[in-house]
């Protein structure tokens, strides 16, 4: 029985969350120090190197995780509830998609076309967080309530029993103590099963929406410069992580005899002994272990780091060649920096702009990587375009500041072009989640002022006119089936629950078995010996530990104030619509970035440098060019 517990508890967290098992520990029943590789593992892709993966290839009878390891890893999506449905429906639309979008392309290529994909399997839930926002989710171990746990576990077995799952991802911000709780670690496993007691815990590795988002960069970056940016997010991410499990005194008696089941535990859970130092019941073996990884983390990202800045170094320099390139001394060739939230359509417009084809694609995050492209404007003037890395709301702020030196194209740029999909029924929330990224990563009040802001796929938007579409439909009745099974239960149990957790402090009761600390090294962490502290943001302001916990709580903060707040300036900062791919708009496009631009240098126009052209007194000319 421990041997199938081994299996489940080993395989519970992703690459970026787990160190891989030392194979000699597995074997060994000396002191827990032989559970730590002697050097940090490496955050290589869940796909290549998965500490799953590494199990697998060290059991072989081991066939519980990841039956087919070259496919996309099956998520179970779970989102919270979101009132009212239409909010409810996005978010739903958003999650599913960022779980399908958790794909490595293979040759260049991904193996399934996005849209031929199945709609992943997901459910959704009560939302703690938006009944009792003051000190519900916060305060809960589990982030979610019993009952809701319960219908969870009971659905991922049933979908066990069918095409099995990898991996469970909630839509909400987590804590490490939550996340930690919802995957149960393999010692809890191991105490309920000693206390006799049944858990209800969901022992698959759970991934948050920051968990989901940093995977995803990882898994697309294709340049040697987003890689190291992804895997500088998800060590800071995995910093901020690093839990000490806390076995309370009834856990710890019960604990006693299992050295050895000890060792199966994986290297990154902390298993404290009673012993000499520390506070409470942690020992020196345990304090030694996270020590030991807190500074593997701290080594790997100062070397990340130092290549980081040597990459922004070379970016300062090739910056600064464009802007000289193929004009004469004293001009300079503008950079233009396509932004927007992801799936916006960036790509295809930079694509339909110029003659560079760009990898489009419907997953999120397509683009990790900046790509600069060459256009003639309808004066004559040559600009680069730079089309980059989209946002998405609650962008987790270890990746803004990973991906510094990505983000300062856009910061450098000499103008901005906003790409909004204007079919999306959340445009306005789009909008703001830019504006405040940008904001955020400092770009100036001129330039945002000055920005142009591009309603793209508005071919779309004819298609659902012409077909009668509604924009809003009762979404909730889509999930028939789908909805949380003890809906009504659970909604009493939340109620009555509700009237009464304002003022409740998390339980201190042995029944919890295991009480999770997340350490707090934000200290250390900021007075780190190195140059550049990447909590902090561009203006200098501090985006710690705090902002994280700012995330969680906006996250179910009051979504309608932010529409409400950018509705009123919705029609009126729109410059033009465009149709990424029929063309429509793109013309008008070049010509306002042209008059944005003001005069600048003009290089000798081709017919051949243009893809597009001025239209209708042209048209001889544009039939040339085709
Ligand atoms: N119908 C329609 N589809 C579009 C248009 N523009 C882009 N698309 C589609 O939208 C999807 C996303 O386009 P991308 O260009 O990859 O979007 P992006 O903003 O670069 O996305 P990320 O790189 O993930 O941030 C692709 O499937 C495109 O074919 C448009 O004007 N109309
Ligand atoms: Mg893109």
């Known amino acids: 029985m421990l041997r199938s517990i081994a299996h489940k508890g080993s395989a519970l967290s992703l690459k970026s969350l787990l160190t891989p098992i030392n194979p000699s520990s597995s074997s060994s029943s000396s002191s827990s ?29 081991h066939d519980e995780f990841n039956k087919d390891p070259d496919a996309p890893p ?22 599913l998609n960022l779980a399908n979008s958790l794909e490595q392309q293979r040759d260049g290529f991904y193996e399934t076309e996005f849209l031929d994909k199945e709609t992943p399997p997901h459910l959704v839930v009560q939302n703690p967080a938006a009944r009792s926002p003051r000190a519900g989710a916060m305060l809960l171990n589990t982030y979610f309530r019993d009952g809701t746990v319960k219908t969870v576990k009971c659905h991922v077995n049933d979908l066990e029993s069918k095409d099995g799952v990898d991996a469970i991802f909630v839509n909400a911000i987590l804590t490490g103590i939550q ?16 206390l006799d007691s049944q858990s209800q815990v969901w022992a698959k590795p759970v991934l948050d929406r920051i968990g989901l988002i940093i995977e995803l960069f990882n898994a697309h970056a294709q340049t040697k410069e987003a890689k190291l940016q992804a895997e500088l997010a998800a060590l800071m991410y995995k910093r901020s992580r690093l839990v000490r499990l806390q076995v309370r005194k009834g856990g710890v008696l019960h604990l006693v005899g299992v050295e050895e089941q000890k060792l199966l535990v994986p290297e990154d859970l902390m298993v404290f002994r009673r012993g000499s130092g520390g506070r409470g019941f942690i020992s020196g073996a345990g304090e030694t272990e996270l020590q030991l990884q807190r500074r593997r983390i701290l080594d790997r990202r100062k070397q990340l780091l130092s290549e980081i800045k040597e990459v922004r170094r070379t970016r300062a320099m090739q910056r600064a060649a464009r802007k000289r390139q193929g ?18 359509g960036k790509s295809t417009l930079v694509s339909a702009l ?8 419907d997953r999120l995050f397509a683009t990790v990587d900046t790509k600069l492209s060459s256009v003639i404007l309808p004066s004559g003037r040559k600009v680069v375009l730079s089309d980059t890395v989209g946002f998405i709301s609650d962008l987790p702020v270890q990746l803004v500041e990973a991906f510094h030196a990505t983000l300062e194209e856009v910061v450098e740029a000499d103008l901005l072009v906003h790409v909004l999909d204007a079919s999306a029924p959340n445009l306005n929330e789009h909008r703001e989640t830019v504006m405040q990224v940008l904001e955020r990563i400092g770009v100036s009040k001129e330039k945002l002022q000055n920005m142009i802001e591009v309603w793209n ?57 295991i009480c999770d600390e997340q350490d707090d090294y934000s200290d250390d962490w900021l007075s780190g010996d190195d140059e550049q502290d990447p909590w902090v943001g561009y203006d200098g302001r501090s985006v710690g530990r705090e902002n994280v916990k700012d995330q969680q709580n906006e996250f179910s903060g009051d979504w309608k104030a932010a529409a409400k707040s950018s509705q009123s300036q ?15 708009g793109l013309q008008e496009l070049l010509e306002i970035i042209d008059e944005k631009l003001g005069p600048g240098p003009v290089v ?23």
């Not at 002697?38 to 009878?61: A, C, H």
């Not at 709780?181 to 809890?188: C, H, P, Q, R």
């Not at 110029?354 to 694609?361: A, E, F, I, K, R």
């Not at 033009?576 to 063309?583: E, F, I």
């Open 33 to 61: 120090s032989t559970l730590i590789s002697p050097q940090f593992p490496p955050l290589s892709s869940f796909f290549s190197n998965s500490p799953i993966l590494e199990r697998k290839q060290l059991d072989p009878n």
């Open 74 to 95: 099956r998520l179970f999506v779970v989102q919270p509830r979101f009132r009212p449905e239409t909010h409810l429906r996005t978010k739903l639309e958003e999650a």
């Open 179 to 194: 996340q930690r709780n919802l995957e149960a670690s393999f010692l809890y496993l191991m105490i309920c099963t000693c």
């Open 327 to 344: 004009v004469s001394p004293g001009q300079e060739i503008a950079t233009v920096a396509v932004v927007g939230y992801t799936n916006a």
């Open 354 to 361: 110029s003659n560079n084809y760009l990898c489009c694609d």
């Open 457 to 513: 796929k508005v071919d779309l938007l004819e298609k659902k006119s012409d077909i009668g579409e509604p924009d809003d439909g009762d979404y909730a009745s889509s999930f028939s089936g789908e909805e949380d099974a003890d809906n009504t239960s659970d909604e009493l149990i939340d109620q009555h629950v509700n009237e009464q957790d304002i003022e409740a402090e998390p339980s201190d009761d042995l029944g919890d078995g």
């Open 570 to 584: 919705s029609e009126s900062t729109c410059h033009v619509k465009t149709s990424a791919v029929s063309g429509v």
């Open 604 to 626: 000798e126009r081709s017919v051949f440098d243009r893809k597009w052209r001025p239209p209708c007194s042209e048209d001889n000319e544009i039939a040339v060019e085709q």
